[in-house]
């Protein structure tokens, strides 16, 4: 089974510029996700998709970062303009999302992996 | 809040070496936890998990147990190996709402030969 592909592994960019990031997550997984990870740092999240709909996107900074999952599977990140402090390996996962557990279930008891891409490493000089 | 408090490396062991990673937790409600693995130029792996309090997660010779009562998650080896030289994360998934990972800042191990 194909992992998580995300595009392109590295960007060098000016400040000011724009850049976009691809995310193909494994076949038929409903949850997608976007991380940014600082050197240093844990990642940290910065949007949550369910299929095409944003569940979470709290973390996000909207003012220079958007991402879209139009048909419910690939996405794009999109930060416009850049800054130094964006400089960070920016990680996709996915995960598959049970469908149809009782109600009474916690989630965390049948909790599904989140399986992660290799990551963009981006540089903004 | 929710956070991850882990220990910070990095850090150097002889192979053979006995590891422990200390990893602490501020949660609302009852969170799973997990330890993540990320070996040099990969993407982040699931080491182990556990769902609930006194549960033992295992993988690789790695071990870690749910401590409810001291809210730990400490991650131990007995014997390292070259091949375990990475970087290890403690995380831990929220409750309600959109479940998500927070996770720790990692912890960077070598093992050497």
């Known amino acids: 089974e194909a992992g998580v592909a995300q595009s392109p592994r590295y960007k060098i960019i000016e400040k000011r510029q724009s850049v976009a990031f691809w995310c193909n997550p494994i076949?038929?997984?409903?949850?997608l996700y976007w991380y940014q990870q600082i050197l240093g740092q844990g990642p940290k999240l910065l949007i949550q998709?369910?299929?095409?709909?944003?569940?979470?996107d709290s973390q996000l900074p909207k003012d220079r970062f958007s991402a879209e999952r139009l048909k419910g599977v690939d996405s794009t990140l999109k930060i416009q303009p850049a800054k130094l402090e964006d400089s960070a390996v920016y990680l996709c996962a996915s995960r598959l999302t049970l469908r149809g557990a009782p109600p009474n279930v916690p989630p965390s008891t049948v909790y599904n992996e989140q399986f992660f891409g290799p990551g963009t490493r981006l540089t903004v000089l | 809040g929710n956070s991850v408090t882990q220990m910070e490396g990095p850090v150097t062991l002889s192979e053979e070496a006995f590891l422990t990673i200390n990893c602490t937790y501020t949660?609302?409600?009852?969170?799973?936890l997990f330890w993540y693995v990320q070996y040099p130029g990969e993407g982040l792996q699931l080491l182990l998990k556990?769902?609930?309090?006194?549960d033992k997660g295992s993988n690789k010779g790695f071990e870690a147990t749910y401590r409810k009562e001291t809210t730990s998650f400490h991650l131990e080896k007995g014997s390292v190996q070259v091949s375990d030289s990475a970087v290890y994360f403690c995380a831990l998934l929220t409750q309600g709402g959109s479940e998500k990972l927070v996770f720790g800042k990692g912890m960077k191990l070598t093992v050497n030969p």
């Open positions: 998709f369910q299929n095409n709909g944003v569940v979470d």
């Open positions: 556990a769902t609930k309090a006194d």
């Open positions: 076949s038929g997984h409903a949850t």
């Open positions: 949660a609302t409600g009852y969170p799973s």
